[in-house]
């Protein structure tokens, strides 16, 4: 991918997929360089602004950074730009909801997960490979045949019980999975 990216320095998805590839190893500055050059060219790219805001507060949590707040605060102001970007949707609201959990910013995680559980998303089947055989999930997994991955309400309910579940509110933890996780 490296040569690719050297004989193509100004095209975009091999900028992003090295970026990728540094993430996965745990490299955040050169995921962030990759990023950040992608970023110059396509400024209005919702998924380039997610992996920089993303590779900001990875490398602030990282031991390497003087001023880990800037990173941090960079790296919102991207999360951010990339919700502006979604119009706001369920997906933005979810990955912003998570970013802030996992910087510890709770209370701000639940003001996110909450509009995600407020906003109905339709699922939509998995789609199949022009290959893959139509029994074959069906015969694995009978009850994923309808299932899709657009919805994130469950996934938002079961981030947000383990908040309250982590401050103590059990039952109101206890109540969201009811409301939320029970099919």
């Known amino acids: 991918m490296l040569a ?4 193509y320095p100004d095209c975009v998805p ?7 590839q540094f993430a996965m190893i745990s490299q955040s500055q050169g995921a962030l360089r990759e990023y950040l050059e992608a970023y110059k060219l396509q400024p209005d790219n919702p998924l380039i602004n997610l ?9 602030a949590l990282g031991f390497r950074v003087n ?4 990173c941090v605060l960079q790296g919102f102001a991207f999360l951010h730009n990339y919700q502006r970007l979604c119009n706001s949707n ?7 909801a998570r970013a802030y959990q996992h910087v510890g910013l709770v209370h ?3 003001i996110y997960y909450e509009k995600v559980l407020a906003h109905y998303e339709e699922d939509h089947p998995i789609p199949r490979l022009p290959n893959e055989d139509a029994t074959f999930v069906s ?4 009850e994923l045949v309808n299932c899709g991955h657009c919805d994130l309400r469950k996934e938002a309910a079961y981030n ?3 908040i309250y579940k982590n401050s103590g509110a059990v039952d109101l933890a206890r109540q969201i999975l009811k409301d939320y996780c029970n099919t």
């Open 4 to 7: 690719t990216r050297a004989k």
């Open 14 to 20: 091999p900028m992003v997929i090295c970026g990728h």
């Open 51 to 59: 992996c920089v805001g993303t590779s900001f507060i990875n490398l």
């Open 67 to 70: 001023n880990k707040n800037q």
């Open 90 to 96: 369920q997906e933005s609201n979810y990955n912003l």
């Open 108 to 110: 701000l995680a639940v």
């Open 139 to 142: 015969e694995i997994q009978p």
């Open 160 to 162: 947000l019980h383990l």
